[in-house]
C-alpha cells in the first residue's frame, strides 16, 4: 500500500512541475510580447512627435513667412493641388512637387526631421479654411514627417492680420479734405465705384478749363464693367465715362462741399475716420526702416533723415519731414500690392504714379501730371490751381479693386481655425 502511495505522489509532482513549466513558458512569452508591444507603441510615439513638432515648426515657420510678406500669404509657397500634396505624403519626398507648385521645405536637424509648409488657398478640393466666426482668412498648412518618414502629420490654421483701415474696408471717395479744395485746377476725377467725387469740409474753388469728374454712365451697374474698365484712365470712352462735372456746368452731386462733420473734426477723430488704430499705434507698427526720417533712437529728427521710399515701394511708409515731394519719375505701388503714403506735414506733387492710398496731416499741393489710383485725404486743404493730376478711384479689398493691406506683422491664428490630420 505504502508503494503504490508513494508512486501516485511522484506522478502528481511530475504533473504539477510540468502544469508550472508551461504556465512559466507562457508567463515569459506574454512578457517578451508586452515588452515588444511597448517597444513599438514607444517607436511610434516617438515618430508621432516628430512628425507633430516638424509640422508645429512649419506653422511657425509659415506665420513668419506671413508677416514677412505684408501679412498676406506668398503666393510663390503654395500647390496648385491636392494630389501634389497627396503625392509628397505617399513617397515622403519633397521632391515630387510638380514645377507648377511650390512649398517651403525646412528640417530640424536635431531630430532628423523635416517638412514643409505652404499656403493652400489655391487647393482644387476646396476652402479648407474653418474658422469659428465664419473667417475664410488664408490657410497656411504644415505638413511633417518622422526621422524615418513612417509618421506623417499634417496641421492647417486660417491666417489672419489687423487691418490697417477702419473696419477692414479703405476710404469710399477719390478726394476728401477736412479742409477747403481751393482750386480744382484743371484735375480730373474718375469713380466708377461709388458716387462720390470729392468730399471736403470747406468751400470748393474754382476750376480750369479742362478740369472733370466722372461716374460711371447712367444705367450702367457696377457690375457690369470688368475690372480693367472700372480702374481706366480713360475718361473719354462715353462706354464706360460720363462726366458729372465741370467748369462750365459747375459741380454736380458727386462733389459734397461744406460738411460740417469734416470741418469741424479734430485730427484724431479725422485719423479714426479711416485707420483701424490710433496715429501713435499705427505709427510704432511700422517697421524702423519704412519710418523716413527713420526712427532710430524712439525720437524723429533731421539727423536721422534718409531719402523717401525708392521707386517701386509698396506697403506702408511714414514720412514726418514738414515737407515732402511725389515728383516726376516716382512710382509706388501697384493694385496687388499698394503703398499706403502717410505724410505727417505739407505734401506737393508735382508728377509720378501712386497706386495706393496718399494720407496728409497738413495741406496738400496738386501740380504737374501725377497719375494716382485709389485715394487721396488730407487733414488740411487742397490746392490744384494750375495742375493736371488725375485721380482714379479704386477701393481696397475687393475683388475687382486692389489688395486689402494689413498692419505690419500682425499676422495670427484665426481662433477656432487650428485642424490636425
Excluded at 491636392?82 to 510638380?98: E, F, H, K, W
Aim: charged share 20%.
Amino acid at each position: 500500500m505504502n508503494e503504490h502511495k508513494g508512486r501516485e505522489t511522484g506522478v502528481a509532482t511530475l504533473f504539477t512541475a510540468v502544469i508550472l513549466m508551461i504556465g512559466a513558458t507562457t508567463l515569459a512569452f506574454l512578457a517578451a510580447q508586452v515588452v515588444i508591444d511597448e517597444t513599438k507603441v514607444t517607436a511610434n510615439d516617438r515618430r508621432t512627435k516628430q512628425a507633430v513638432e516638424t509640422a508645429l515648426a512649419g506653422i511657425d515657420a509659415g506665420i513668419a513667412r506671413f508677416n514677412s510678406n505684408g501679412a498676406k500669404i506668398d503666393s510663390g509657397i503654395s500647390l496648385s493641388s491636392a494630389p501634389d500634396l497627396a503625392q509628397i505624403g505617399l513617397s515622403c519626398d519633397v521632391n515630387t512637387i510638380t514645377s507648377t507648385s511650390s512649398a517651403a521645405t525646412f528640417s530640424l536637424s536635431e531630430m532628423s526631421t523635416f517638412g514643409l509648409y505652404y499656403f493652400g488657398n489655391s487647393l482644387s478640393s476646396g476652402d479648407r479654411c474653418h474658422s469659428a466666426d465664419g473667417d475664410d482668412g488664408d490657410i497656411l498648412i504644415s505638413v511633417g514627417w518622422s526621422d524615418d518618414c513612417s509618421a506623417l502629420r499634417e496641421i492647417s490654421v486660417c491666417m489672419g492680420a489687423v487691418p490697417i483701415f477702419k473696419n477692414g474696408e479703405g476710404p469710399e471717395q477719390p478726394l476728401v479734405a477736412s479742409g477747403n479744395i481751393s482750386a480744382f485746377g484743371n484735375s480730373t476725377i474718375i469713380n466708377r465705384y461709388t458716387n462720390i467725387s470729392a468730399w471736403s469740409g470747406g468751400p470748393t474753388g474754382s476750376a480750369g478749363n479742362a478740369f472733370g469728374t466722372y461716374l460711371r454712365p447712367d444705367g450702367i451697374d457696377r457690375a457690369d464693367l470688368e475690372p480693367n474698365e472700372l480702374k481706366s484712365d480713360d475718361e473719354t470712352d462715353s462706354t464706360i465715362s460720363q462726366q458729372v462735372s465741370n467748369k462750365f456746368s459747375g459741380f454736380g452731386l458727386d462733389v459734397v462741399t461744406n460738411d460740417a462733420t469734416l470741418l469741424n473734426a479734430d485730427a484724431d477723430f479725422f485719423w479714426n475716420g479711416f485707420f483701424a488704430l490710433s496715429r501713435s499705434d499705427l505709427y510704432a507698427s511700422i517697421s524702423v526702416d519704412r519710418r523716413l526720417p527713420s526712427d532710430l533712437d524712439g525720437i524723429p529728427n533731421s539727423g536721422d533723415e534718409v531719402n523717401f521710399p525708392p521707386n517701386g515701394s509698396s506697403g506702408i511708409y511714414w514720412t514726418d519731414t514738414p515737407t515732402e515731394n511725389i515728383s516726376t519719375g516716382d512710382t509706388y505701388g501697384s493694385y496687388e500690392n499698394p503703398a499706403i503714403l502717410i505724410f505727417d506735414g505739407d505734401l506737393t506733387i508735382t508728377g509720378g504714379e501712386v497706386t495706393g492710398l496718399i494720407y496728409v496731416t497738413g495741406n496738400l499741393t496738386l501740380v504737374g501730371n501725377p497719375i494716382l489710383r485709389g485715394s487721396v485725404i488730407t487733414e488740411g486743404n487742397v490746392d490744384s490751381n494750375g495742375g493736371s493730376a488725375k485721380i482714379v478711384y479704386v477701393p481696397f479689398g475687393a475683388d475687382d479693386g486692389m489688395g486689402d493691406p494689413n498692419v505690419d506683422e500682425s499676422g495670427v491664428i484665426i481662433p477656432g481655425s487650428w485642424k490636425d490630420w
